[in-house]
Each structure stands twice: as structure tokens, then as C-alpha cells.
């Protein structure tokens, strides 16, 4: 089955950019192709196997494309992807787009319900995953639940164990003779991708990427970050499967003929090593790594890089501070989702001023266009439309209804203002808030007045039921290295910071890490559910 996926951006727009350069118009297959024939000696990737050089990769991609074909992949199936970092993701995730066929990554880790709602809402043909993954038999599980997918004909076992019965070796489709394999010629507003972010549904939103939205914005967003034109050498520690890695082989290498060096899985002393044998010119992660890594012992100072790209979150000031001293490199804090908005601080250290909310950046219309949608004369909610702003929704059309204009401008869901200097303020997160007895309490605002505290390393917040007030507010808080926090010292503290009594958490929650979700974001119904017993005001 061929999926169908309305462009909710006019269709004029997506050819001005392309014509006035905004965008490259070409298929992410054939913007990675000319890299590999203008430097096919440049190392693509570095991985626990080595490193992998452009030709050599090429020549892996063609012969698992091949592959693919003959297995009955066709142009627009989709192909779901769930193998952790490593060079076999990036094979396929190009196979893939040479076939004109639209990739759905998502991160291993995750149990076979979110396989199956995934694979099932996009209709995908085929699915390439892990065989094993630190313990949980990917293949297998999929291979068990596969009779509930009717329309999935193909499961690829990658791995170094033996594929489990009913399933494909991928050693079997890279072994394929890839000599007369010829890439499809997609247009370049046409899926590519298919990007997964959990956000506020009940299930995984799924959405919608062209090439040019992956290639042109958000390549151009990565264009900024770049600082002398130098193909960027970027180390993921987020997954290449969640939306937050789509930066890696569509922009990293595709659009810029940069270089991947690649973890399997985040370890703070793993990432640290990487850093100093690998010398990355980026490193791309979220706020809970750089502070795990933080408290690791270090030897020596770090060699230099061009920035800590962070995404999920904002990392707060005094902790962004401390790693752009130990870094030696600026901290960016981007502001984004897979919904299509992006807008992040830059590599020029970020002006305090004061004034509502957080100070976000300057939009790109390069990027993404950002306006604020009716609210108040000061704020309102974050709308933003642009050459990254995905096509649409996929298998859910309530939420295109919800979260989509009808001239293609998305809805964040989040409060922001537009400053005299054109910058954009976040000044809270519609979706996150916890109603308090009839209050509205914002999580972010919260998390940004816990986080000043000065025994506080990292802060999550989150509603807990209550019979009577309906949700009671909750601070979970992992403290700095030999220091402790209680909530009577915590709510002190709030309150000489002025924050409104009716924010304050009733309940706090100490640990030593916080437990992370597959994409390496603090996992909040993990940390709800350890909450049966916190100290309470």
C-alpha cells in the first residue's frame, strides 16, 4: 500500500523556495550521491566498527537498495527503521530514500504495542530492526505480532545473532549485487521521512517530512551552526531515530557532506570518550546528557568544538554556563519539535535581559517563519510556517484539524511573544501545565524557578492526581554531587524568588539520575509513577 499524505503548505511556497534557493530541490539520495563523488575519501561515519568513508557507504546503500527492491519495496511504502546508532541505520535510512520509499525510524527500546501502532496508522510494507538491543529481541517480537499488520510483507532482522524464524537476514539484503541498481528520482516535495515524537497524544504522533523540508530547513537551521563552512562533524548522543536525529543522515551528511560519529548507546563516560578521541565538531543532545556528563571525573581539558546542539528541553543558564566553560564552546538551546518549529539561541553568547518568559532567539525565515496567534496584546500562541514545516500528519486527520491552518501554518500549543528586537520569548508550554484546584500551573515556569536553586542539578515536574484539588504539583530533582535538598528548602527558596504560592510543589522527588526514554528524554510517567510516597508540604 502506497500512502497517500496531503501537503498542507501551499504548494506555491514549496516551489518559491526551491526557486529562490531556499531549498536544494534535489532528493536526499542525490544531494548524498554528489558529496560522494566530489570527496568519496571523506569519512561519512565513525562507529564501534570504525570508520566508514563515503564510497564505501555508497556502495553499501546501493547494494541494500537492491535488496530492498527485491524484496517488493516500492516507490512511496513505507519502511519502518528500529536499529540503534551505528552505520546500518544510516544504510538504511539512504536505501531507503534511493528507493523513493518514505523511512519511519523510531528508537529501539521500545516495546512492540508502539511497533505495531506504528507500523499499522503508516501502512509500511516493510520493516528493517534490531535483532537484539541490550536485552529485548526486537525481531522476534515483531516477527510474533506481525499477523496484526496485515499489510506489513517483510521483517529484516539486523544484528550479529541469528535472525529469528520468519524473518530476513540484513546481512542476506546487503549482500545483494548493487552494480545495476538505479536510484528512483523522487520530487524533492514528496516524503522522505516519517518523524516520530510522543508529545501529548495518546499515541505516537507521526509526521510527515519532504526532502526538502529535511534537506532545505532543516538543513538550513544546521547552515547557522556551521561556523566557517567546514562539513561539520556531528556526534549524535540522541538517537538518529528520534525526530530530534533526523539532522543526522538527511542534514549531516545529505545536505552538509559532513561526518557521523556514532554511540550505540549514551553513557557519560562513553560520550566523553568520544569526544576526546574523536574530535567532534558538534556534539547533538539533550539537557539530562550534558549534565550527566557534568558530574563524570575528566582528565585534561576538552578539545575545542563549535557548539552543544540541545534539543528536548532548555538547559538552564547556571548548568549552560558551567558546560560552555568545560566545553569550551558555545551552548545553543534550540527550541523545536517535530511538529515543524524551530528557532534556537545561536553561537553568540545569548543576551540576559530582562522581560517575560525565556528569550528563545531570532527566527529564520530560512528555517521557519514564527508568529504569535491570538492572544493577548503581549503574548500568544507560537504558530510557525516555513521551508522545514512538514507536510502534514500521517493516519490522524483530527490532529491536521487541531494543529494545522488551513494556509499550512502549524499551532505549538505554546505561548510566546515577539520582542522589540524581533526575538522570539517562549513564555510557556500550553500542553504542559498541571490545573490545580481550577489554576493553570505551567511546568516549564516551574522547572525554570527550581532549576535556580543552587543544590539543584536537574528538575522534572510533574501533576500528580488528587481527590481533592484535582492534580497536586510535583518536583522531581536530581541534586548536585554532595548536596542535599528538602521541599521546606525548596519552597523557601521559591519564594524569595517571588514565585506565586499556588506554583510551589507539593511533593518532591530526589533521585540520582532520572530515568530516560528511548529518545534519551527524561521519561515523566516514569518518574510519576515512583511517587507514591514523596515528601509532601
Not at 536485552?135 to 515483531?142: C, K, N, T, Y
Not at 490545573?435 to 524557578?449: H, K, P, Y
Request: with cysteine; net charge negative; proline share 8%.
Amino acid at each position: 500500500m502506497t500512502l497517500h499524505l496531503d501537503d498542507l503548505v501551499p504548494a506555491t511556497l514549496r516551489r518559491e523556495w526551491a526557486a529562490d534557493g531556499t531549498c536544494p530541490d534535489l532528493d536526499l539520495y542525490a544531494l548524498f550521491r554528489a558529496h560522494r563523488l566530489a570527496d568519496p575519501n571523506r569519512v561519512a561515519v565513525v562507529d564501534e566498527a570504525g570508520e566508514l568513508v563515503y564510497a564505501n557507504l555508497d556502495l553499501r546503500v546501493r547494494a541494500a537498495a537492491a535488496g530492498l527492491r527485491h524484496l517488493g519495496v516500492c516507490p512511496g511504502d513505507v519502511v519502518g527503521i528500529q536499529l540503534p546508532n551505528g552505520r546500518d541505520a544510516v544504510i538504511a535510512d539512504l536505501a531507503v530514500a534511493a528507493l523513493g520509499a518514505v523511512a519511519l525510524p523510531f528508537p529501539v527500546g521500545r516495546g512492540a504495542a508502539e511497533a505495531i501502532s506504528l507500523l499499522g496508522r503508516s501502512g509500511a510494507r516493510a520493516a528493517i530492526v534490531a535483532t537484539e538491543y541490550r536485552g529485548l529481541p526486537h525481531a522476534h517480537d515483531l516477527v510474533s505480532v506481525a499477523a496484526q499488520l496485515p499489510g506489513l510483507r517483510t521483517v529484516i532482522a539486523a544484528g550479529t545473532q541469528e535472525p529469528p524464524a520468519g524473518a530476513v537476514d540484513w546481512v542476506d539484503v546487503l549482500s545483494t549485487d548493487g552494480r545495476t541498481f538505479v536510484p528512483a528520482r523522487p520530487d524533492p516535495d514528496s516524503a522522505a521521512r516519517i518523524l516520530v515524537s510522543s508529545g501529548s497524544e495518546a499515541e505516537p504522533k507521526m509526521v510527515a517530512y519532504s526532502h526538502n523540508a529535511l534537506a532545505g530547513g532543516r538543513g538550513n537551521f544546521m547552515a547557522t551552526l556551521i561556523a566557517d563552512g567546514t562539513p561539520p562533524r556531528c556526534l549524535f548522543l540522541v538517537p538518529l531515530a528520534s525526530a530530534f536525529g533526523s539532522n543526522g543522515t538527511a542534514v549531516t551528511l545529505a545536505r552538509h557532506g559532513g561526518s557521523l560519529v556514532l554511540l550505540d548507546h549514551f553513557t557519560p563516560p562513553g560520550a566523553l570518550a568520544a569526544i576526546s578521541d574523536h574530535r567532534p565538531s558538534h556534539v547533538l543532545a539533550v539537557p539530562t546528557m550534558i549534565r550527566r556528563m557534568l558530574d563524570q571525573p575528566r582528565s585534561g581539558a576538552m578539545p575545542p568544538m563549535t557548539a552543544l546542539v540541545l534539543g528536548g528541553a532548555e538547559l538552564d543558564a547556571a548548568t549552560a554556563a558551567e558546560a560552555s566553560a568545560v566545553f569550551g564552546c558555545p551552548v545553543v538551546n534550540l527550541y523545536g519539535s517535530a511538529d515543524g518549529v524551530n528557532c534556537h539561541s545561536g553561537l553568540l553568547p545569548a543576551a540576559d535581559e530582562p522581560g517575560p518568559g525565556v528569550v528563545v532567539g531570532l527566527p529564520d525565515p530560512r528555517v521557519t517563519e514564527i508568529r504569535i496567534d491570538s492572544g493577548t496584546e503581549e503574548f500568544g500562541e507560537i504558530i510557525a510556517r516555513g521551508p522545514m514545516t512538514p507536510m502534514c500528519y500521517v493516519g490522524a486527520p483530527e490532529l491536521n484539524q487541531r494543529y494545522r491552518t488551513a494556509e499550512g501554518w502549524v499551532r505549538t500549543g505554546d505561548l510566546g511573544m515577539i520582542d522589540e528586537a524581533g526575538r522570539l520569548r517562549l513564555v510557556g508550554r500550553l500542553k504542559q501545565v498541571v490545573i490545580r484546584g481550577g489554576a493553570n500551573v505551567s511546568l516549564a515556569e516551574v522547572e525554570n524557578a527550581v532549576s535556580t536553586h543552587p543544590e539543584v542539578r536537574e528538575v522534572v515536574c510533574v501533576g500528580v492526581p488528587d481527590p481533592v484539588m484535582g492534580e497536586r504539583l510535583a518536583a522531581c530533582v536530581v541534586s548536585r554531587p554532595g548536596s542535599g535538598i528538602d521541599l521546606a528548602g525548596l519552597r523557601a527558596h521559591l519564594t524569595a524568588r517571588g514565585l506565586d504560592k499556588v506554583k510551589h510543589p507539593e511533593h518532591l522527588l530526589v533521585v540520582g539520575e532520572f530515568p530516560l526514554t528511548p529518545a534519551g528524554k527524561p521519561d515523566r510517567a516514569a518518574l510519576r509513577a515512583m511517587l507514591p510516597q514523596p515528601q509532601s508540604a
